[in-house]
């Protein structure tokens, strides 16, 4: 039986909330049926619509795993060196690895497998420097299988879509549930939203212990320097 798998990211990018990952593996007949369905880039669909959807892949797929990387993690990660392209790299790979594990512990017990074929893995690539980073992830990659590494291939290939589908839908119950946590609605988390500036200027310092805010970014140490100049000015 030919498995697929795709693997994508929400978050990377955003001041506030978590990065979350996710992987989808699925058969080709199970990725028709998602296709029909309306699977598609997660960018493409309202919220709504990917509720709707993250429910159906997951009942639709062979399996599904999905890991968020808080802001303090990231932190960690960066201040010690690594970047976030190669932290995605080694999270993506942990999720293959499971994923592989999970797949063939289901085929082992499967009376009708006859054969096991070699997984074809699609990855959307968070680096410009395609062939580099697929090197880079192959080192933490378990098990044989073909990899397909590249930009937008969450429009290009269902069965990341349905990946991306379900990363946007946890991060987007992660972001609610820090808002209902800290009794704020900051927007999106992103630097290019002004609801997000706008909190990060007026409460940056009263939440910088809550575990919310990515701290090794610049958009925050520009917020929290900004008002403690603010702070300065006002005593002077």
Known sequence: MKIYIGVDDSGRGPVIGPMVLAGVAATWQQIR???????????KLSANKRKQLAELIKQTC??????????????????????????????????????IKKIQQVQTKSQTELRRERPTVFIDCPSTNIKAWKNYLQQYIDYDCTLIVEHKADAKHVVVGAASIIAKTVRDQQ???IKKQIGFDFGSGYPSDPLTIHFLE?????????????????????????????KLDEFF
């Open 33 to 43: 049926a998602m296709k029909k369905a309306g699977v598609r880039d997660s960018k």
């Open 202 to 230: 007026e409460h940056a310092h009263k939440f910088k212990h809550a575990g919310i805010f990515r701290k090794s970014w610049q958009t925050w140490k520009n917020a929290i320097n900004k008002k403690q100049q603010k």
């Open 62 to 99: 062979l399996a599904y795993i999905t890991a968020i990387i808080q802001p303090t993690e990231i932190d960690a990660r960066v201040n010690a060196g690594l970047n976030m392209n190669k932290l995605e790299a080694i999270k993506f790979a942990k999720i293959i690895n499971e994923l």
């Open 175 to 177: 972001i609610e549930k």
